[in-house]
């Protein structure tokens, strides 16, 4: 009691019930995540989690999806799919979920697959373009003899000294302009961020980099606290 007194000016007085959850934006940056690696990502970003599924109208007809449009899986035929102007020709697909403010961030099973990509991009890409291979695509991407981690953007590859991700974790923090990849095995580990300058909706997407195997991706269900 006699210290609480004598230093009570240093010590932080309690905010109200409720103020400070009201108040609070984005208080955990990457930095900070990756300095206090635990717990994982459902416990560190589950207040900024996002409900995000997959598009039908932006797949790839070799790719099908099961789950409540929260797996995605290589098909051995092409789906009979609706004819979408916006349809991939290259095995890739995006979600329905946009987000141009604000704090996001999603988890997805990466283990199923041997080659596979986890990004964010532009509502405008194209029908034929891959993700990170221009400026408004991001991803962390585990292809290649060499089965190596690799991030990619504006086309340049940053290679990532970092085991494959048995699920990975996307972290968006728009004001910051500031977008995070992690990997979820027994911690959470930063894996690689960028900084971002676009005012556009920013979307989930992903690539499945092999059609002769019967990969899968699939979005994991975080409850927002």
Known sequence: MLLLEKYSGQFPTEEPPGLHQETRVCSLSSESAAKNPEPGMSSQ???WADDVTFDLTRIYQRLVITAQNRKVMVSSYPSDYEPSPKRFCISQVMCSQGFSTGCHSWEVITKDSDGWAVGVA???????????RSEHYWCVEWVG???????????????????KPLKAG???????????????????MLLHTFEINTSNPLYPAFWLYSLDRNGSLTISHTNRR
Request: hydrophobic content about 30%; overall charge positive; proline content about 2%.
């Open 45 to 47: 970003f589950s207040q």
């Open 122 to 132: 532009h509502e405008m890409i194209g029908e034929r373009d891959k993700l990170g």
């Open 145 to 163: 003899p060499k089965k190596q981690l690799s991030a990619w953007h504006r086309d340049r590859e940053t290679l990532l000294n970092r085991e």
């Open 170 to 188: 996307v972290f968006l923090e728009l004001q910051k302009k500031s977008m995070s990849f992690y990997s979820i095995r027994d911690k959470e």
